[in-house]
């Protein structure tokens, strides 16, 4: 069993950077997700395991270091809040085209706009539907509990290096500033520079003797060429579409009608789901922790064994839903419920609005 | 006599020049008479010179100089329009051994990216920069720079740079030699032989300085020209930067061991 603490989601995925055997992190802070940054700056990760934190002079400088670190082979993470990864996408756009790995926490706030410092899902299209500019795709973790902001940690770097791309962890303010038990799993060991430099031949280490040089673009003036690497990114994403889908199924087997959420809106369905059974209907919950890929077959699979409907439950008005919607084609009943702009939803409104939207709607 | 050929002149005993093994063999995809090739070809036969060529990261900028990585014979990244410095900040601390710098036109250094500029010098990030000032956008086809000079013409101040309503020409090089953390601060052009015989002077201390891990950024601007943009035949650009360039961006050492030179 590992150490086990209570501590803030941020800590955790603080924590979690460190003993992932992160190499570099790099920020800048804002509501609701600076304990990050602070936790490291407190932490010396450089004297517990050789890790670098700076406080980048702003979003678009983090992001861009992301892509100077993750491009040399290095474990590079950055997080922030939604204003701050709307800064960010002209990098993340340049990291999927350049195919440079990293690990971007999003720890969503009410928007558009400033918004407020309160938890919110609204930040789903900008993380699943492209956010920045050209045809790419961002693998997206979505944990629900501060356990998971640790234990997701590993396996985004493990995905950004299996995959060559920046990959991202979208939590939201509750998940980011409520305390948990976690436990946290051991140190892993950082790769020395030699174990670097064999492991990832791509990176931009110093041109190797006797070597072709590397060089890390997403420039290619030829459009034929350009062409080709779209559909190389292309065969990629397939490729993660095919290995990396992740979900969780709660009291699905004999339910007639299911609650698709992810991180914060999860938790609360859980509770939601024990509630409708008292009333005796039967529901269940299907956790979405890739929010992309996106868990399409199964719900194709649910609405094939003639489930009744699906109620979309996040904390905006309206983003993965249209997801579920592509997945059902028209041959259920699909809605959607969610309060937004940092009011969270409670569990007995999520039933009720099973009961109206979906069971009598 | 026999006639005598290239072929007879092209001999090793006869070599007095040659092109440093880190250009390409790749035709530049700069206009003729611009500096950029200069400025490249002496950053390399430095980084030749100080046996670091398999210990060198460049970072590209966006700019005519977006394609220095083809040209560039080692490890490059191409960053964002004005980030190089971002990118150059985080190879440096992850691989403090390695050598690195950016290499930027005025739009990226000083206008996009100014603050990646000033705070990767306040900072005093090991890298070095390599600043190319030409007064314009070259790139995008001859637009204002923030270190277009008054009442030069651009493709957006086609009626001459209005300093009332388009600010001054930015002297970011001045700027940044006042902050503690840069150590070496230098302006140079390379339009000459003699120039450019100080210009590599100049590189050679910046990338020295990095390598004798002094603290602070070594910056070198080097004031060049943009034949195209300035719609100018290359030696009349080259006059023109004489006359008009060098007396706004006076050419020497501004700082050097962290000391700014009394003038
Ligand atoms: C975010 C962004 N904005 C604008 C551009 C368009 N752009 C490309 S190069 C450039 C100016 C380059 O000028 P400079 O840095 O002076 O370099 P030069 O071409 O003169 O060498 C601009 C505005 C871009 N590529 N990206
Ligand atoms: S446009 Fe200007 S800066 Fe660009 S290559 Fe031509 S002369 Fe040089």
Redesign the pocket.
């Known amino acids: 069993m590992g150490e086990l603490k209570l501590m803030k989601g941020n800590e955790a995925l603080a924590e979690a950077a460190i003993r992932a055997g992160a190499d570099g992190y790099f920020g800048y802070p804002i509501t609701p997700q600076s304990e990050v940054i602070e936790y490291l700056m407190a932490e010396k990760p450089f004297d517990r395991t050789g890790m670098v934190v700076l406080q980048a002079e702003s979003e678009v400088a983090s992001i861009n270091m992301l892509y100077g670190g993750g491009g040399s082979g290095k474990k590079v993470m950055t997080s922030s809040s939604s204003p701050g990864i709307s800064l960010m996408q002209?990098g993340i756009s340049y990291l999927a085209g350049g195919e440079v790995p990293c690990v971007i926490a999003n720890v969503v706030r009410g928007g558009p706009g400033l918004g407020d410092i309160q938890p919110a899902q609204s930040d789903y299209f900008q993380s699943v539907k492209g956010g920045g500019h050209g045809d790419y795709r961002l693998p997206c973790l979505a944990p629900a509990s501060v356990q998971e902001m640790s234990d997701f940690v590993p396996v985004a770097f493990d995905l950004a290096f299996k995959y060559r791309t920046p990959v991202l962890i979208i939590a939201d303010g509750l998940i980011g500033q409520m305390m948990e038990k976690v436990e946290l799993f051991d140190q892993m060991p950082r790769l020395t520079d030699q174990e670097v430099i064999e492991k990832y031949p791509w990176a931009t280490t110093g041109k190797p003797k006797g070597k072709e040089r590397r060089i890390l673009t997403s420039l290619d003036l030829d459009p034929h060429k350009l062409e080709k690497h779209n559909q190389h990114l292309h065969a990629k994403y397939n490729e993660i579409k095919e290995n990396e889908v992740r979900y969780e199924l709660i009291d699905t087997d004999d339910a007639d009608y299911l609650f698709v959420a992810y991180g914060s809106s999860a938790r609360i369905c859980q509770k939601s789901v024990k509630l409708a059974r008292e009333k005796g209907i039967k529901v269940g919950l299907l956790r979405i922790i890739s929010l992309w890929p996106f868990a399409s077959d199964v719900i194709k699979e649910f609405t094939a064994k003639g489930i009744k409907g699906f109620l979309s439950v996040e904390m905006s008005m309206g983003q993965m839903v249209e997801d579920i919607q592509l997945a059902v084609q028209g041959k259920t009943k699909v809605d959607h419920f969610g309060r937004v702009g940092g009011v969270i939803h409670s569990p007995e409104e999520v039933v009720e609005a099973l009961e109206q939207k979906i069971i009598g709607g | 006599m026999a006639e005598l050929s290239v072929q007879d002149i092209i001999k090793p005993e006869n070599l007095v020049y040659e092109k440093t093994k880190l250009m390409t063999d790749k035709t530049l995809s700069y206009c003729p008479g611009c500096g950029?090739g200069t400025a490249h070809r002496l950053t390399m036969e430095v980084i030749e010179e100080l046996g670091k060529e398999n210990d060198t990261i460049g970072i590209a900028?966006?700019?005519?100089?977006?394609l220095a990585y083809e040209f560039m014979n080692i490890d490059m990244q191409q960053a964002?329009?004005?980030r190089a410095p971002a990118h150059a900040t985080a190879v440096k601390r992850l691989w403090p051994n390695k050598v690195v710098f950016t290499y930027?036109?005025?739009?990226?250094?000083a206008?996009?990216g100014t603050a990646e500029t000033i705070h990767a010098c306040n900072r005093g990030e090991q890298i070095v920069i390599i600043f190319?000032n030409?007064g314009?956008?070259?790139?995008?086809g001859g637009?204002m720079?923030p270190t277009t000079l008054p009442e030069m013409k651009t493709s957006t101040s086609p009626f001459g740079r209005d300093v009332a309503s388009m600010g001054y020409p930015l002297k970011i090089t001045e700027l940044i030699s006042n902050l503690p953390g840069v150590q070496y601060v230098s302006r140079q052009a390379v339009h000459s032989p003699a120039a450019a015989r100080k210009a590599k002077r100049a590189i050679k201390k910046a990338f020295q300085n990095q390598i004798d891990n002094k603290p602070g950024l070594s910056f070198i601007e080097i004031v060049s020209n943009?034949n195209s943009?300035w719609k100018m035949t290359p030696n009349d650009s080259n006059e023109w930067m004489e006359e008009n360039m060098f007396p706004y961006y006076p050419l020497g050492d501004i700082k050097v061991d962290g000391k700014l030179i009394e003038k």
């Open positions: 002209e | 950029h900028p966006v700019g005519c100089s977006v964002a329009h004005g930027q036109g005025d739009g990226d250094l206008a996009i190319i030409n314009i956008y070259g790139m995008t637009q720079a943009c943009g």
